[in-house]
């Protein structure tokens, strides 16, 4: 892979998604990663959808979507020759990241203190539900998590949805996305300092944190206020109007909370006196009178089809349509920034899946290799293990 982390070499012990997502992130940047799974594999490689007639061995969209640009070894970490293996394969290495529950690598002998003693240098990042404690000692520590245990205790669904009676989870799973990136970001911060200093740091994000994180608002609403905010449907607490409205044909997102936005929408919708009116004038006057102004502009986009409101809107006021995942397949601006790309899928055909939002000017077109099967980088990496003379056998990888 080439990239601006070529040469950088990632161990990656992590299932199923805010960890793969991580090293996919880093993958796609051009870092070297080694994705060691245990011989069941990594729980994800079972979810679907499966493309028709894929074969028993090959793996779901789900693995394929966050796993690509990586290569797998199967090595059993729990035995004595498969740790010795995992061990030496850590000596080549400039990071670990893995997204076990608090203390599962401590019960492995394979703890931060014990690499670090014996690998200065090495970045370990970790991505947990509640942290680890060498960060802060949860209470929730031992708890297991996933995405919308994250979106509910970070605060995410206190805000989403029609009202309070009805928190709803964001749709991507982004209680796993978003710690993922976090935790990308700090991992490459510290190989940055590694580089420089020569010492490894540990890295931990934990999901709640994270997801809390991007909640930022709620915080100093609640700070200033003194009341948590509560789900306001698809227009905004502080903004107006900034939200989704219906046309003629679908939804269009429309977010004109200047008042400079806001005259340039009232002229479009042909109501230019809207612009001036005491009501409606100011951010806080049409906060005011919400159910006016939405109305007043509902009343117009139900006229005309989203891209009749998209073409009388754009470049003048933020808008844009609300896409389905077929409207993003044909949108122009998806395929000139290479946002849906097409691998290779074991069997014969391929499939498409999401690109990476990360562009670099005066880069070639990054090429993808397809997720790799389980242990199908066994002998190649066992190769370059002996090339730099860790003397490790074959005995505990396996096929």
Known sequence: MAGPLAGLRVVDLTQVLAGPYCTMVLADLGADVIKVEPPGGDMARQWGPHPQGADAASYGGYFASVNRNKRSVCIDIKDPAGREQFLSLLGTADVLIENFRAGVMNGLDLSWEQLHTRFPALVYGSIRGFGDPRTGDSPYRDRPAFDIIAQAMGGLMSV?????????????????????????????????????????????????????????????????????????????????PYGVVPTASGSIAIAAPSDRHWARLARAMGRPELATDPSFATNDARLTNADAVYGAVEAWTRTLPTEAVVEKLAGHVPCGPVNTAADIVADEHVAVRRMIIEVEHPGGRTVQIAGSPIKLADDTAIAHTRAPLLGEHNDEILAELAAHDRGVSGRAITA
Do not use: W
Not at 170 to 185: E, K, M, N
Not at 193 to 219: K, N, Q
């Open 160 to 240: 989403t949805g029609e009202d309070a009676a009805h928190p709803m989870k964001v749709g991507p799973g982004i209680g796993d996305i978003f710690p993922a990136v976090l935790a990308a970001v700090g991992i490459v911060a510290a190989v940055r300092e590694a580089d420089t200093t020569g010492v490894g740091r540990f890295v931990d994000v934990a999901m709640y944190d994270a997801v809390l994180a991007l909640s930022e608002r709620i915080v100093y609403q609640h700070s200033i206020t003194g009341k948590s905010p509560e789900p306001r449907g698809n227009s905004h607490p502080i903004l107006c």
